[in-house]
């Protein structure tokens, strides 16, 4: 489900108001999460989390 051009928020089960990305704003997300994380190697998941407690909803596509 795409969510594009909406700027929502939406409910997630822990954190309660997510905001809801676009394709771009996801792809700069990640670049600027990755780039705070100093460059270790962390699992997939652990990195979702990261992005997730920043305050932003990852659509699955």
């Known amino acids: 489900m795409s969510l594009k ?3 929502e928020r939406c409910q997630g089960f822990s954190y309660p108001l997510l905001k809801c990305l676009d394709d771009k704003e996801v792809e700069h997300t990640i670049k600027e999460v990755h780039k705070r994380a100093c460059g270790t190697h962390i699992k997939g998941q652990v990195f979702a989390n990261k992005i997730t407690k ?3 909803l990852l659509a699955n596509t």
């Open 5 to 7: 051009g909406l700027r």
């Open 54 to 56: 920043a305050g932003y």
